[in-house]
């Protein structure tokens, strides 16, 4: 079998018979078999046969340009390279193939099209020694010049070959730029003069993916520069309102109200979230909707209006139904949903969801994000161990005590992934755990003071260990006053180390929501406590009773009334 390259400088080469077509862009390779020829695409295997003896063979000549020309081929001269001339028989008649003319006898010889480089002609090996060049220097401020001379090279090359090593000098920059430090340089990368010659020439598409991508280097290269990131997302977003880019820019507005509620810029995320909701409803942008409503939930949870924050994430929740979720973006709904759980005192239902987003970032080993959780399913068990201990001290049986096992987190911290996760945010609350199994305060306040950084940083945790020294210092009121029906208050804040106001505040409050039964008698200082008197289940027997026949008696006073009227 033999190979001719014919046609190469046309751009399209249509060859039909009978039922049969194809469509070869760029080269043909013509094969000369026995009384047969066939057509195959370079670069591939596929094979299309084109018996000459069985009928005719047409060919269809498309240049570069819209002229077209068709003729009969059942004799005539093709231009091939290999073969001077090759003769076939087709229906009886001779068909010369000649690389002189190129074309049928006959013919008037075409205007030659000029060759458009394809992508594998394209020059760029300058561009890939300066990408190579400047990542191999160590240094982030040596790298910084060779990449903006890449970005803006003299001969302004934006080919496939070309624009894909810009794009990766993009992204080296923007990391190049966060190692160095240089925030401004940062701010203005995307909507500069540097990467305004690029975006220019690309399309839409692959600037929103570009302007993205930078994004989220710029987010994980400088994690607690968050000023950086809100200048970032707001230059980027007075570029798309300039350039009327409105799907880039609803994204980068969502990224920017993120940033906010990490900033605690509570008011200016949620008015930020809520224009950005009434454009998305008219668009019906479901995966955006859904990022959006978690965000407006956050931001609720932060501002402590829980009702908003629950209603906003049943909005995300709803709109999640409807799409496909990827497990990142699922993880981060299952932890709010544990999160609000955990503020209605809801702690198994709350560990649960907990313990689901936290099996499904494990799996994507992303161990930033499954920590928090683990730290979370460890203060529920914490909260759920004390309050079952503190429900029954309530009731003021005497001689009740938490034990170890109310609140034991060995469990979740013995296996393999308590080891793949240990760490300070592990030991933190490990030892609240050892402080609150013990309902030990001064333990809890010394822990406190020696871990301020994993446990104060946390808005659920921070706001849960308040709750939770308010229980412990409950509890160990509750323990002091137990064998005493009355006791001087100094006395109460001397075994408590501490100071007598505060003692007598909190005495005050428990009184009033119930906790124990007695008053406080200020001018002689003391704490007068009642035991709990017994509850005469036969009256509350006969008070149900005379309840349920008031209501049998307002019934039938009401039919009486319904029947008088009907006879009148």
Not at 209 to 228: F, G, H, N, Q, W
Not at 283 to 305: A, F, M, P, Y
Request: hydrophobic content about 40%; proline content about 3%; aromatic content about 6%.
């Amino acid at each position: 079998m033999e190979y001719f390259d014919v046609w190469s400088n046309l751009k399209l080469l249509h060859l039909s018979f009978g039922r049969c077509s194809c469509h070869v862009y760029q080269t043909a390779y013509l094969s000369v078999g026995n009384d047969e020829w066939s057509v195959r695409a370079p670069k591939q295997s596929t094979t299309y046969p084109f018996a000459l003896k069985e009928g005719r063979f047409q060919g269809f000549l498309k240049k570069h340009g819209d002229e077209k020309t068709s003729k009969t081929c059942k004799s005539g001269r093709l231009r091939t390279k290999e073969s001077p001339r090759l003769t076939m028989t087709a229906d009886g008649e001779a068909m010369e193939v000649d690389t002189a003319t190129g074309l049928a006898s006959g013919d008037a010889a075409p205007e030659s099209a000029p060759i458009e480089p394809s992508e594998e002609e394209e020059d760029v090996g300058d561009l890939v020694a300066l990408l190579d060049a400047a990542l191999s220097e160590n240094v982030a401020s040596a790298r910084i010049p060779l990449l903006s001379s890449l970005l803006n090279e003299p001969s302004s090359r934006y080919g496939p070959a070309a624009t894909a090593l810009k794009e990766r000098a993009v992204y080296s920059l923007a990391r190049a730029y966060c190692e160095d430090n240089r925030t401004n340089e940062v701010v203005t990368l995307l909507t500069g003069e540097t990467c305004s010659a690029f975006f220019a020439n690309i399309t839409k598409a692959k600037c929103a993916k570009v302007v993205r991508a930078v994004l989220d280097i710029v987010c994980s290269c400088s994690p607690d520069e968050l000023e950086m990131q809100a200048g970032v997302c707001r230059n980027i977003v007075d570029w798309c309102r300039v350039e009327k880019r409105s799907f880039l820019r609803q994204r980068v507005e969502a990224k920017l109200a993120a940033v906010l509620f990490q900033q605690d810029k509570y008011g200016e995320a949620l008015a930020l979230v809520d224009n950005l909701l009434a454009e998305l409803k008219k668009l019906d942008d479901k995966q955006l909707l859904v990022e959006t409503h978690l965000i407006e939930s956050k931001i609720h949870h932060g501002l402590r209006n829980l009702p908003k924050s629950k209603a906003a994430l049943t909005a995300s929740r709803t709109n999640a139904n409807a799409i496909y979720m990827a497990p990142a973006l699922q993880s981060q709904i299952d932890l709010m949903s544990g999160v609000l759980h955990t503020e209605e005192k809801d702690y198994d239902t709350a560990h649960s969801y907990f313990l689901e987003a936290f099996e499904q970032l494990d799996q994507m080993d992303d161990r930033e994000k499954a920590l928090p959780c683990l730290k979370y399913m460890m203060l529920c068990k914490i909260l759920d161990g004390l309050n079952k201990a503190l429900g029954l001290s309530k009731k003021g049986v005497p001689g009740v005590r938490s034990y170890k096992s109310d609140v034991d987190i060995s469990g979740m911290i013995t296996g393999r992934q308590g080891v793949k996760y240990a760490g300070p945010a592990v030991d933190a609350m490990s030892a609240i755990a050892a402080a609150a199994s013990t309902r030990s305060l001064k333990e809890y306040e010394a822990v406190i003071a020696q871990y301020p950084h994993e446990l104060n940083e946390d808005l659920l945790i921070r706001h849960h260990l308040g709750t939770l020294r308010e229980q412990l210092l409950e509890s160990n009121l509750i323990r002091i006053i137990e064998p005493y029906s009355c006791v001087e208050i100094s006395h109460v804040a001397h075994l408590m180390e501490m100071d007598l106001p505060s003692v007598e505040k909190k005495l005050s409050q428990m009184i009033l929501d119930g906790k124990f039964r007695g008053i406080l008698d200020q001018g002689k200082g003391q704490l007068v406590v009642y035991e709990e008197e017994d509850v005469d289940k036969a009256m509350e027997g006969g008070l149900k009773v005379i309840e349920n026949m008031d209501s049998v008696v307002m019934s039938l006073f009401g039919r009486s009334q319904a029947l008088r009227s009907m006879m009148i």
